[in-house]
């Protein structure tokens, strides 16, 4: 009877222990399978979100679209385009708006919206963000552009100046006002100096006083204009004394 009770034990523990290794095999197999997918989704999970640098930093007039819309780019963990991605739009600073909330990921990876500015003259953000929790923030600057409104560019300070060779300047400092004589602010001024002459920047915008400024200087003695203008404006003039 020990025996019979033996044997009948160890066929209990043989299909026992095939039982259970069968089973624990066939879960193996089951977690494999689970885990060669999880590993393959995970590579195509959209991770990071960047801004098209010809798009970010663009410069536009208050109240009014950008010169080309947003536009950003959605990949993978390696590198990879991701399509069909929800790209969410949200107005940080600047008070502008966006065309629409969200846009979807082309086959390039790519999603874009048309950002209007605020009416504050000023730099205007915009985050765009994905599900996974993946942001970016495009920066733009609200300029006013004087065309046809009647405004005038005049000089405030910094004319007649007399330098030493290679000395910059004080500020040569200029004023835009709108037709009722009022700053204005954000106005782009183009600047240009004689020949023998430099000068800090070609282009530079009014503050919120209306003013703008850039210095000037030469290598050798000689006399230095400078001029000052916006929008076909005619021009405010400076002249400086290098000796």
């Known amino acids: 009877m020990e025996r019979s ?28 399978a689970c885990s060669d997918k999880t590993i393959n ?13 010809a798009s970010n930093g663009q410069t536009g007039k208050i ?10 780019q959605v990949t993978d963990q390696s590198g990879k385009p ?19 909330a969200t846009s979807t990921t082309d086959g390039n990876g790519n999603a874009s919206v048309i950002w209007t500015l605020g009416r504050d003259v000023g730099e205007n ?12 923030t495009i920066t733009a600057t609200g300029v006013v552009t004087p065309t046809g409104l009647g405004r005038a560019i005049t000089i405030v300070s910094g004319n007649g100046q007399t330098l030493g060779v290679n ?13 009722a004589g009022k700053p204005v602010a954000g106005a782009v001024v183009t600047w240009t100096v004689s020949a023998g ?13 209306g003013q703008t400024q ?24 400076f002249t400086i004394t290098v000796q």
């Open 41 to 53: 989704a995970v590579s195509l999970l959209p991770a990071v979100i960047t801004v098209n640098a």
């Open 5 to 32: 009770v033996t044997d009948r034990g160890s066929r209990g523990i043989r299909a026992y222990s095939t039982g259970r290794w069968g089973v624990a095999a066939a879960a193996f197999v089951v977690a494999a």
């Open 167 to 179: 000395t910059i300047s004080q500020p040569l400092v200029v004023l835009v006002t709108d037709q």
């Open 214 to 237: 850039v210095g000037a200087s030469a290598p050798a003695p000689t006399t230095v204009t400078v001029s000052a203008t916006t929008d076909g404006l005619p021009p405010a003039v």
């Open 125 to 136: 953000t915009l985050r765009a963000s994905i599900a996974t929790g993946a942001s970016v």
């Open 63 to 72: 109240g009014q679209p950008l010169p080309q819309p947003v536009s950003v």
């Open 82 to 100: 991701v399509a069909n991605v929800v790209v969410t739009w949200t107005v940080l600073t600047g008070g502008g708006s966006v065309a629409t």
């Open 197 to 209: 002459g430099t000068i800090g920047a070609t282009s530079t915008t009014t503050d919120a006083n």
